[in-house]
Antibody, heavy 128, light 111 residues
Framework: QVQLVQSGPEVKKPGASVKVSCKAS????????ISWVRQAPGQGLDWMGW????????DYAQNFQGRVTMTTDTSTTTAYMELRNLTSDDTAVYYC?????????????????????WGQGTLVTVSS | QSALTQPDSVSGSPGQSITLSCTGS?????????VSWFQQHPGKGPKLMIY???KRPSGVSDRFSGSKSGNTASLTISGLQAEDEADYYC???????????FGGGTKLTVL
């Protein structure tokens, strides 16, 4: 069955970086995209960006551009999200989610938002 | 890109039907049939309930249905049950503009 298993909780100091992993199994990793979504305590869902696993193309939300990097390792079917220069506002649960590539045009796929499987979430706490 | 607009809360009694709204713009909801809805119970991760405006993933009850008119999408839950009490988030893709927007979420209370 499809599973996305994320790395464990992290505690970081302000200014540090965090790298969260998302191990996929149960499906053809390369034929889907992976989005990252975060949720601050008591708040709503916030889309951070997307990576098209088959070609490594990335699209980042404006709020995170310049501070986030999303990558994948197809040999281990693992996706990664690195967020740099952390502040207390980055304290949140970070989710990876599978995107079924529902919208593709001229050979390029784009994030569709139809996230059908989610990781269990990784709590990142930023505190001095 | 601004977040999609959802009412903060909605309530209904068991057996009733309720409709949750989600308002975007001509750049997202109005341009593409790429609206999704997610259910989230406290302390749990989101669950996909509707995608591509009207489609239900396998295993989702047919009490849940989606629609769209112009820049506003809607999620209707019929035959309301206690287990439907949760937060609901709408989501829209911007297509080739390569972004995804979430609404702020609606808390559904079953009275």
């Amino acid at each position: 069955q499809v599973q996305l298993v994320q790395s464990g909780p992290e505690v970081k100091k302000p200014g540090a970086s965090v790298k969260v992993s998302c191990k996929a199994s149960g499906y053809d990793f390369s034929t889907y995209g992976i989005s990252w979504v975060r949720q601050a305590p008591g708040q709503g869902l916030d889309w951070m960006g997307w990576i098209g696993v088959y070609d490594g193309h990335t699209d980042y939300a404006q709020n995170f551009q310049g501070r986030v990097t999303m990558t994948t390792d197809t040999s281990t079917t693992t996706a990664y999200m690195e967020l740099r220069n952390l502040t207390s506002d980055d304290t949140a649960v970070y989710y990876c989610a599978r995107d079924p590539n529902l919208y593709c045009s001229a050979g390029t796929c784009y994030p569709s938002g139809a996230f059908d499987y989610w990781g269990q979430g990784t709590l990142v706490t930023v505190s001095s | 890109q601004s977040a999609l607009t959802q009412p903060d809360s909605v309530s209904g009694s068991p057996g009733q039907s309720i409709t949750l709204s989600c308002t975007g713009s001509s750049s997202d909801v109005g341009s593409y049939n790429l609206v999704s809805w997610f259910q989230q119970h406290p302390g749990k991760g989101p669950k996909l309930m509707i995608y591509e405006v009207t489609k239900r993933p396998s295993g989702v009850s047919d009490r849940f249905s989606g629609s769209k008119s112009g820049n506003t999408a809607s999620l209707t839950i019929s035959g309301l049950q206690a287990e439907d009490e949760a937060d609901y988030y709408c989501c829209s893709s911007g297509g080739r503009r390569s972004f995804v927007l979430f609404g702020g979420g609606t808390k559904l209370t079953v009275l």
